[in-house]
């Protein structure tokens, strides 16, 4: 995937200051180019990452306080962005949001960088960490919100640990797109997924 073209940082007088978004734009850009051509993210330095994108090394630690905190900003911008939720229920919610991970699930398999810097990732613990904090948790919490007023809705058995559901509405997708790259992720699925779920949940009616 990639950003905005942003062209180098040229030497001799400036003509005035590059906009911020510009040179940020740059500099993940340079990151995505050397992970394209194969460069390991140990290998990955700042200074390496400055050549890159035509900017100084200051310009990066002004912006990002070390490469760790650069990457995870790197991966979130080669994401599809997070969905803008209906609100109109419940379920609706949780189809929005499930598609949006089957969308996700289609990217990491069509993008070499995604999955081999996911998978770089992992072996440094506190780059997963961030990424985690920063990319995985808030749509987690966004999940857990989702239900949670669905619970006090109506839409949903009070005694529903939304934890568990959680984990239990995003399974099949990360099943199929981690555990069996090779199954389907049809365009139906987290239709499919939601309501064979939510028939089993809903409150019983008097």
Do not use: C, F
């Not at 229920?89 to 289609?106: A, T």
């Not at 904090?133 to 058995?157: A, H, K, M, Q, S």
């Not at 939304?162 to 790259?181: A, K, Q, W, Y």
Request: charged share 30%; hydrophobic share 40%; no cysteine.
């Amino acid at each position: 995937m990639s950003l905005a073209d942003t062209g180098p940082r040229q030497d001799g007088p400036a003509r005035g200051r590059p906009r911020s978004e510009a040179v940020e734009r740059a500099i993940i850009e340079g990151v995505m180019k050397l992970l394209e051509d194969g460069v390991p993210l140990a290998e990955l330095s700042i200074e390496r990452i400055a050549r890159t994108a035509g900017v100084g090394k200051a310009t990066i630690y002004r912006r990002w306080s070390g490469k760790e905190q650069l990457l995870v900003d790197v991966m979130r911008a080669a994401e599809p962005p997070d969905p803008d939720l209906p609100g109109t229920s419940m379920r609706d919610d949780l189809v929005v949001l499930l598609e949006s991970l089957r969308r996700r699930g289609l990217a990491g398999r069509t993008s070499a960088i995604l999955h081999h810097v996911r998978a770089q990732m992992k072996s440094s613990p506190n780059l997963w960490a961030a990424y985690h904090d920063t990319v995985i948790l808030p749509r987690r919490l966004l999940g857990l919100e989702v239900l949670r007023r669905g619970r006090e809705n109506g839409e949903l058995r009070a005694d529903v640990d939304i934890e568990l559901l959680n984990d239990i509405v995003v399974g099949p997708v990360l099943v199929r797109t981690v555990l069996r790259p090779d199954s389907d992720l049809p365009d139906d699925l987290a239709e499919q997924v939601v309501d064979t779920l939510l028939q089993g949940l809903r409150p019983v009616s008097g």
